[in-house]
């Protein structure tokens, strides 16, 4: 069965653009998760989707959104980009999101901003 | 505000030792506890995970002890091997929380020969 895939894996975007991010989560999962890692702050939770509906959102500004397609394929957006979004984010899957579904994280897409 | 302390940052242990990370947590409603394993490049993956009502769960090499009173919980290495340098992360997720898994922040293994 493949894994959880993300394109691109690397972007390089300027101060001010936005950016889209994809997620293909593994076949029959439906809730969709996305992570941002840096160095300063780890990894912290952005949002998750299941059945195409945001179920939970961390603490990031309305900068950051998402939405997931009837195929359970995911998608997130950063406008106004800033510095500090340059990050390693993540998108993991998980068959419902229940408590202990495991999360099998993609690659990763590296987004740097200049 | 970290939920998740992890200790220590970085560690480096010889071949056939034994390697443990701790987390300690501070909320009581967290009732799920993975570890994850990263390596360069790559995404985290699931390496063990217990829920409170138990004290230990091993997998083959690999060991996670809870203490629920001290709101604590490692993972030992047992025999470490080179393959295991990667970073490690500990984690907790409470019920309809909002923040699905909260990281500690890691902690870097070095296995050497």
């Known amino acids: 069965k493949a894994g959880v895939t993300q394109t691109p894996r690397y972007l390089i975007k300027t101060r001010g653009q936005q950016v889209t991010l994809s997620c293909s989560p593994i076949s029959g999962h439906r809730s969709v998760s996305w992570y941002q890692q840096t160095p300063g702050q780890g990894l912290q939770f952005l949002f998750e989707y299941f059945s195409e509906t945001q179920r939970n959102k961390g603490n990031f500004p309305g900068r950051f959104s998402g939405r997931q397609f009837s195929n359970s394929r995911s998608e997130m957006n950063v406008s106004t980009l800033e510095l500090g979004d340059s990050a390693l984010y993540l998108c993991?899957?998980?068959?419902?999101?229940?408590?202990?579904?495991?999360?099998?994280f993609g690659p990763g897409t590296r987004l740097t901003v200049l | 505000q970290q939920q998740v302390k992890q200790s220590p940052q970085s560690l480096i242990v010889q071949k056939g030792g034994i390697s443990i990370i701790n987390c300690a947590y501070e909320n009581t409603a967290f009732d799920y506890f993975p570890w994850y394993q990263q390596f360069p490049g790559k995404g985290p993956a699931l390496l063990i995970a217990i829920r409170p009502d138990v004290s230990e769960k091993k997998e083959g090499r690999f060991t996670i002890s809870f203490n629920k009173s001290a709101k604590q919980f490692s993972l030992h290495i047992m025999d470490s091997q080179p393959g295991d340098s990667a970073t490690y992360f500990c984690?907790?997720?409470?019920?309809?929380?909002?923040?699905?898994?909260?990281f500690g922040t890691g902690t870097r293994l070095q296995v050497f020969p």
């Open positions: 984690a907790a997720s409470r019920p309809y929380n909002t923040d699905k898994l909260i």
């Open positions: 993991a899957s998980s068959l419902q999101g229940a408590l202990t579904d495991t999360q099998y």
